[in-house]
């Protein structure tokens, strides 16, 4: 006879129509976000934009989230708005407004791509910083994919992209990716709407600083902002940093996590692809050779942390430490939103690591 917790559980799961529209508004949304901040660049101010997109959604978020869960033990302190705002430094304004700012010179497609290897990056840095060890598998996905990323940052310089602009898109990642391990010990708010707002907030406030000592406000010209570019601010606000970001979250705690880490090697195909599409980027063979190298890696990476977080959990304490494993994320999320992970922290709670692109 099934135990009555085991009952309320099953009654209580998600069905597999819901989370399956929950990931494909990910693929979806995370796969467009890079092609929305190119067209935001094509008018309007970049770091003043992303500014403008992370005090929106964050004073929304946070104004929200605030006031629901637990509101007494658990409300922010000094020392978790300094945790937020180190999170919020390397994640949204050196990550994600870094990779804003290289794509003013740097094709969306190929931008995706290189934010693609965030999960090499987190590997590296885990291995050298925290003495993580890594399984041969993880090693050998390391490999094909700083391969695969080499041919794609050399055959791109070659072909006259901006090698600024790409160096900035790559320095992103590794921010990315620093961030990203960086919030798994963070003090932060156990409740992860409100660390994810207050990321927003801190970032908005930086970004908007940053753009007034780069004379952006000196050389706004409103007559000159498109329609497009507003609307693009507009999609990635609601999108980007509200939909996608929610429904990534709220998979983390209702899927599989092996299956909600397929957003990794699927959005900068999609990036790609409406890139090329939308914006008439081009594809070369030597770019679908290199990308495809990345993203094998960036699978075979999240299926080998996935595999030796299982046999761990077998070997300690059996079904029991399985279930507590089972929503850690492998490898912290890679580019897409917005964008947007969510990570372990000590004390048990998922984390938001950030947004997609």
Not at 33 to 46: I, Q
Not at 70 to 77: A, H, L
Not at 203 to 223: C, K, N, P, Q, Y
Not at 247 to 253: E, G, I, N, Q
Request: proline share 4%.
């Amino acid at each position: 006879m099934p135990e009555p917790a085991s009952v309320a559980a099953a009654e209580q799961a998600p069905r597999p129509a819901l989370i399956w529209a929950a990931l494909g508004a990910v693929y979806v949304v995370w796969s467009t976000t890079y092609l929305a901040m190119r067209v935001v660049n094509e008018t309007l101010p970049t770091l003043l934009a992303t500014s403008i997109r992370f005090l929106v959604a964050g004073s929304v978020l946070y104004g929200i989230a605030i006031r629901r869960g637990d509101r007494v033990s658990d409300r922010p302190t000094a020392r978790q708005w300094r945790g937020a705002a180190i999170v919020a430094a390397l994640l949204l304004v050196c990550g994600n407004g870094g990779v804003a700012w290289g794509e003013r010179t740097v094709p969306s497609g190929l931008a995706a791509l290189v934010i693609a290897t965030v999960p090499l990056w987190i590997a590296v840095i885990d291995r050298i910083v925290y003495h993580q060890r890594q399984p041969r598998l993880v090693l050998g996905g390391l490999v094909l994919g700083f391969v695969g990323a080499a041919i794609l940052i050399g055959g791109s310089i070659a072909g006259h992209v901006d090698g600024a602009g790409l160096l900035t898109v790559v320095g992103a990642s590794i921010c990315w990716a620093t961030g990203s391990l960086y919030q798994r010990r963070a003090p932060l708010p156990r409740r992860p709407f409100v660390g994810a707002g207050m990321q927003m907030l801190v970032a908005g406030v930086i970004l908007l600083t940053l753009s007034a000592a780069a004379g952006e406000f000196g050389r706004i010209d409103a007559s000159r902002f498109s329609r497009a570019s507003v609307l693009a601010v507009a999609y990635l606000i609601v999108f980007g940093s509200w939909l996608g970001f929610t429904s990534y979250l709220w998979l983390l705690r209702n899927a599989r996590t092996s299956l909600v880490s397929t957003y990794a090697y699927v959005t900068p195909v999609g990036a790609v692809l409406l890139g090329a599409v939308v914006l008439d980027e081009a594809i070369t063979a030597r770019t679908v050779f290199a990308g495809l190298l990345i993203v094998v890696a960036v699978a075979i990476i999240i299926s080998a942390g996935s595999a030796g977080r299982a046999t761990d959990a077998r070997s300690d304490t059996g079904e029991q430490r399985r279930a507590e494993l089972e929503p850690e994320v492998a490898l912290e999320r890679a580019g897409g939103p917005e964008e947007h992970r969510l990570s372990e922290s000590g004390r048990g709670e998922l984390q938001a690591d950030g947004e997609p692109a």
